[in-house]
């Protein structure tokens, strides 16, 4: 296979490969009333913001998700009592922290994650998982320095 065809083949193995994986996270956590997103962003605000809590756009740019969906998300989330709102720098932003029922909630998923993470990569051994790691990191860098084309 010529180097274009492999990275549009790798490019679109990695959606696959995300797309089988959300779905399945969104399943495996269905009676538990969470999904693959809200949990991710639950991980981010816990690891990213501590008690000052994280802003909506670092919290977007963090999770290489759109603004506008991150504000859909975090709504609802807030909505459910597992984010709070608290003022920002000024009155016009606002950062996120986790509430006591959304700290228990993360508590409760961690663990059920990390079982199905390890289930799911149980044929890749450590030394794979670091290199797998090694490069997703690149390629995540390579998104975030990446700008598209005006057209």
Not at 38 to 47: D, G, K, P, T
Not at 114 to 125: F, K, N, P, Q
Request: net charge positive; charged share 20%.
């Amino acid at each position: 296979m010529d180097d274009k065809l492999l990275t549009s083949w790798v490019c679109t193995a990695l959606m696959r490969i995300g797309t089988r994986m959300a779905t399945g996270f969104d399943q495996h956590f269905a009676e538990l009333g969470i999904t693959q997103a809200q949990f991710r962003i639950l991980l981010a605000v816990w690891e990213q913001g501590g008690v000052e809590g994280i802003a909506p756009s670092a919290l977007a740019n963090h999770l290489l998700i759109e603004r506008g969906t991150i504000s859909i998300l975090t709504n609802r989330m807030v909505e459910r009592g597992w984010l709070v709102r608290k003022p920002g720098e000024n009155r016009r932003t606002f950062r996120l922290t986790l509430t006591p029922k959304g700290r228990q909630l993360l508590d409760k998923v961690i663990p059920l994650a990390i079982e199905l993470a390890d289930h799911t990569l149980a044929g890749i051994s450590p030394a794979q998982l670091q290199q797998l790691r090694a490069n997703l990191e690149l390629i995540e860098a390579g998104l975030r320095g990446y700008t598209p084309l005006e057209k």
